[in-house]
């Protein structure tokens, strides 16, 4: 099965400031990765796709980058509703699988 | 618009039983490929188990092959989640999600596996 890791596990963070969460794979996925937010209490959303491509709806200030076994999601300006865990998945090989999680709150 | 409206859960006994179904709307359910995701309460996400459009193809995570068999009905558009030999480790809330890369969820069902 293919591990997945995301850096930080958690992390602290000011409205305004430009956050970037780091998710790594054993093996090389391609741009065969996702990355999901959820808020305290809620469903996950899908936020990108293709490592890169973002959902419809979401706000340009999430991007996604990478590719083979690093990939990036950045919030360029931390907004109060970005408060959240978020989640890497690998869509490359079965068994799927999800990234521990990166806990964003306020500083 | 897309619903996803999952049902079934519930308390059960170490090595029982239950089923799980999820029912889907706003879109053409047996075109698309469907998934559940489980998240232990106050844990992370955890990939369980994924059906193609058609029925014909299923994968599984490692932690319930051989308990869990997904299924569906596309003239009901709905999805099933057979759950036998339950752990306490399967407690847990069951999301049914669209698609292999998740793009809509549903509200998930809590299944809790205690005596």
């Known amino acids: 099965d293919i591990q997945m890791t995301q850096s930080p596990s958690a992390m602290s963070a000011s409205v305004g400031d430009r956050v970037t969460i780091t998710c790594r794979t054993s093996?090389?996925?391609?741009?065969?990765l996702a990355w999901f937010q959820q808020r305290p209490g809620k469903v996950p959303q899908r936020l990108i796709n293709h490592a890169s491509s973002l959902q419809s709806g979401v706000p340009s200030r999430f991007s996604g980058s990478g590719s083979g076994t690093e990939f990036t999601l950045t919030i360029s300006s931390l907004q109060p509703e970005d408060f959240a865990t978020y989640y890497c998945?690998?869509?490359?090989?079965?068994?799927?699988?999800f990234g521990p999680g990166t806990k964003v709150d306020i500083k | 618009e897309v619903q996803l409206s999952e049902s079934g859960g519930g308390l059960v006994q170490p090595g029982g039983s239950l089923r799980l179904s999820c029912a889907a709307s706003?879109?053409?359910?047996?075109?698309?490929?469907m998934t559940w995701v489980r998240q232990t309460p106050g844990k992370g996400l955890e990939w369980v188990s994924l059906i193609s459009s058609s029925g014909a193809n299923t994968y599984y995570a490692d932690s319930v092959k051989g308990r869990f068999t997904v299924s569906r009905d596309n003239s009901k558009n709905i999805l099933y989640m057979q759950m036998n030999s339950l752990r306490a480790e399967d407690t847990a809330v069951y999301f049914c999600?669209?698609?292999?890369?998740?793009?809509?969820w549903g509200q998930g069902t809590l299944v809790t596996v205690s005596s």
């Open positions: 093996q090389a996925i391609s741009t065969s």
């Open positions: 999600a669209k698609d292999m890369q998740l793009s809509d």
């Open positions: 998945l690998q869509y490359s090989t079965y068994p799927f699988t």
């Open positions: 706003g879109f053409t359910f047996s075109f698309a490929a």
